[in-house]
C-alpha cells in the first residue's frame, strides 16, 4: 500500500531533549516536506526537500532540523525542543511532474509533540 | 493575513444538504488545491485545479477557480455524515515556489 509514515504517533518529551520524529514514504517520491499544525494557524511549512541531499528552509524553519540521505526518509530533528514546539507535525512527499507544486501531496497521519 | 483564507471556518449543515466552502487568496497561483482531514489525521487530497481552469468535478464535488478574484469555492452536494472533516486549500505560487500554502481551514459538520 503506498503511504507516509511517521513515528511515533504521540511523544511526549520535556524541553531540550533532543529528538527525531521519522518519516518514509514508499512511492519513490522525490519530493518531501515537513509542515507543524497549530490551532486557527492551519499548516505552515517547516522543510523540505526536492530530492536526496537537497533540502530547504520553509516559514517556520528555527529550531529544526531535516536530512535527505536517502530518497524515501527524511527525519524532522529537534535538538533542543521548547514548549512553543509543542504542535501536531505532518510527513508529506509528491512526486513532481515538472516541480514540486504541480502534484498533490501525499500525507503522513501526524505526530502530536508535547513538550514540557 | 494568510495567502489562502478559507470562508467560513464552521459550517453545520444536515446530510443531503449542499456545502459550499471558498478560498481567497493574494497573489498569482500556479494552482489551487483542496485537502480534507478527518480529526487529528492526515490530510487527503480532493482536488487540484490549475490556475487556466475554471472548474473541475470530482464525484459529489464540485471545485470553481475565479483568478481575477483570486477565489476559489468547493462544493459538496447531497453531503453525508461522513463528509464530517475540515477542510482546506492549499495554492501553489507561480514563480518558481516549491511549497504549497495553506489556509486555516472549514470545519464541515454534516449532521444525520
Redesign the interface.
Known amino acids: 500500500e503506498a503511504q ?1 509514515t511517521q513515528n511515533p504517533r504521540y511523544l511526549i518529551t520535556v524541553t531540550g531533549k533532543k529528538l527525531t520524529v521519522t518519516c518514509s514514504q514508499n512511492m519513490n517520491h522525490e ?1 518531501m ?1 515537513w ?1 507543524r499544525q497549530d490551532p ?6 517547516i522543510y ?1 526537500s ?1 530530492n536526496v541531499e537537497v533540502t ?1 528552509k ?1 516559514d517556520v524553519p528555527e529550531g529544526y532540523k531535516v536530512s535527505r540521505k536517502e530518497k524515501r526518509n527524511f527525519p524532522l530533528i529537534l535538538e533542543s525542543p521548547s514548549p512553543n514546539q509543542t504542535s ?1 507535525y ?1 510527513c ?1 512527499s509528491s512526486s513532481p511532474l515538472r ?4 502534484s ?7 505526530t ?1 509533540l508535547t513538550v514540557t | 493575513s494568510q495567502q489562502g483564507e478559507e470562508d467560513p471556518q464552521a459550517l453545520s449543515i444536515q446530510e443531503g444538504e449542499n456545502a459550499t466552502m471558498n478560498c481567497s487568496y493574494k497573489t498569482s497561483i500556479n494552482n489551487l488545491q483542496w485537502y480534507r482531514q478527518n480529526s487529528g489525521r492526515g490530510l487527503v487530497h480532493l482536488i487540484l485545479i490549475r490556475s487556466n481552469e475554471r472548474e473541475k468535478h470530482s464525484g459529489r464535488l464540485r471545485v470553481t477557480l475565479d483568478t481575477s478574484k483570486k477565489s476559489s469555492s468547493l462544493l459538496i452536494t447531497a453531503s453525508r455524515a461522513a463528509d464530517t472533516a475540515s477542510y482546506f486549500c492549499a495554492t501553489a505560487l507561480s514563480g518558481g515556489y516549491n511549497k504549497l500554502i495553506f489556509g486555516a481551514g472549514t470545519r464541515l459538520a454534516v449532521h444525520p
Open positions: 507516509v519530493y516536506s509542515y486557527g494557524l492551519g499548516l505552515r511549512q523540505y526536492m530547504d520553509g501536531l505532518f508529506a516541480s514540486s507544486y504541480n498533490p501531496l501525499h500525507f503522513g497521519n501526524g502530536r
